[in-house]
């Protein structure tokens, strides 16, 4: 349908079904050509859209039916539900969300469907239902879901522009930010999830990713197999250079996070019989994201370290469960990366998660999986991963010496290295690298 006829259906029906004399048009009421209107308009779009009197879904995709079934059907495969902007419409609007189908004729409300939405998009239906107009009712029910499962509704959608994947979410966490289109997906995601930290006290947010079972932790002298060189860092290099960042680099890294829920550091404190907290904020900084957690430390070989880290959050399913982080920490520095499971073990892949979820018994039995005691720690967790520059290597090998620089306790540090993951690596460079790292 072109452009104009669109405009002009979207009137009648606006008009002429919920008396509307105003009409709002996200494809004709921006001027896309002025960079101010267009950031004004993201940051502003979800207000728009939550103090509206009706918002229009228009399905160009789905065909008129008579029969239930086959509308059903036909919505379930319409491109409206992969598309990353469509989810603040869907979720944004206190009143209500009516669909039309390509030939402008109802196919139902959020309110009727709710169900059959809740299903197709794993949003709770809890916030698609109608809150009777009420907008800070219907804010409420939207902010007490964690921050981990509010991403997880992005996941798999799509946008024209890459960066639009985190600004079409900013709205949904009530942050505002600067547009810059150019910056690159990942770090326009990186830039929201900092904004978010600085509003909220969800550990949920570093959650992502898969989950192993306690069951699947090894105790530490797992992680210790036998080296034939002189060069015992093998093992920490290998850790270094996989997936070693606290946060995410897309809203996909989520899509295993529906059904985590935030708690208080204080409970999580309590249940490990720990000293009363002092610092229960956590922020961005230069060396990372500085926060406090419960800490154990698993052992170490020469003078790098690991540990594992409880966050104050746990899972729908079973509120005992804790969700945790393995650890690696930069010698001479409160510095620490984040470690895959899969990483630790040098010969098998099996097993990639990145978190582990323990249950209360878990928890309650110390060894074999924790061999020493929990501690609260003030550490930073650097919240991506860089490329070491060449001075941080000896022989093919990282060199635990050169990290010392890096710590924030105000000892001088050399220039910063290149800010490229592994993943940007020309796949022969990565392979390079990686057969250097690889035990023999």
């Known amino acids: 349908m072109s452009g104009w006829s669109k405009v002009e259906n979207a009137c009648a029906v606006a008009l002429q079904k919920h008396q509307c004399e105003w009409l709002w048009m996200d494809t004709c009421c921006i001027d896309k050509g002025s960079s101010a209107e267009l950031s004004e308009a993201i940051n502003s779009m979800f207000t728009w859209y939550l103090r509206s009197k009706i918002c229009l879904a228009y399905l160009n995709d789905v065909p ?3 029969n239930l079934v086959e509308r059903i059907r036909h919505m379930r495969a319409s491109r409206w539900f992969t598309r990353g902007w469509t989810l603040q419409e869907l979720i944004a609007p206190a009143q209500d969300v009516v669909f039309l189908s390509k030939d402008w004729v109802k196919l139902g409300t ?3 469907l709710a169900s059959f939405l809740a299903d197709l998009t794993q949003i709770d239906r809890g916030v698609l239902v109608e809150s009777g107009g009420r907008q800070d009712w219907h804010l409420a029910r ?3 879901i964690s921050v981990a499962e509010r991403m997880s509704w992005a996941a798999g959608r799509d946008t024209t522009r890459p960066e639009d994947k985190a600004y079409s979410l900013m709205g949904l966490f009530d942050v505002n930010m600067p547009v810059l289109y150019g910056e690159g997906a990942d770090k326009a995601f990186r830039r929201l999830q900092q904004e978010i930290i600085r509003d909220s006290f969800d550990h949920s947010i570093f959650a992502w990713g898969v989950r192993s079972p306690s069951s699947n932790f090894p105790p530490w002298p797992y992680y210790q197999p036998k080296v034939k060189h002189a060069h015992s860092d093998k093992l920490v290099c290998r850790l270094f250079w996989s997936h070693g960042a606290l946060l ?3 809203p996909d890294d989520f899509r295993y996070s529906a059904g985590l829920k935030g708690e208080s550091l204080v409970k999580l404190t309590d249940a490990l019989r720990l000293s ?3 610092e229960p904020h956590f922020y961005p900084t230069n060396y990372g994201i500085r926060i406090q957690l419960p ?4 052992g170490a070989r020469d003078s790098w370290q690991l540990y594992h880290a409880l966050l104050a959050c746990s899972t729908l399913s079973d509120p005992d469960a804790r969700i945790g982080l393995l650890l690696l920490r930069i010698p001479g520095t409160d510095v620490y990366y984040c470690m895959n499971i899969s990483d630790l073990e040098a010969r098998s892949s099996e097993v990639r998660s990145r978190a582990v979820e323990h249950s209360k018994l878990s928890l309650q039995s110390r060894r074999p999986i924790f061999p020493s005691a929990w501690k609260l720690s003030t550490i930073y967790i650097r919240d991506y991963v860089p490329v ?3 001075a941080l290597w000896t022989n093919g090998y990282l060199n635990p010496t050169a990290y010392q620089r890096t710590s924030p306790r105000g000892i001088e540090r050399p220039r910063p290295p290149s800010p490229y993951l592994f993943a940007n690596l020309p796949r022969g ?4 690298l990686a057969s250097k790292l690889w035990f023999k």
């Open 64 to 66: 008129t039916c008579e």
């Open 295 to 298: 800490l154990c430390f698993l």
């Open 142 to 144: 939207l902010r007490a």
């Open 276 to 278: 009363d907290i002092g």
């Open 429 to 432: 460079m990565l392979s390079r």
């Open 110 to 112: 959020r309110c009727d």
């Open 248 to 250: 995410a680099s897309s």
């Open 388 to 390: 070491p520059s060449a």
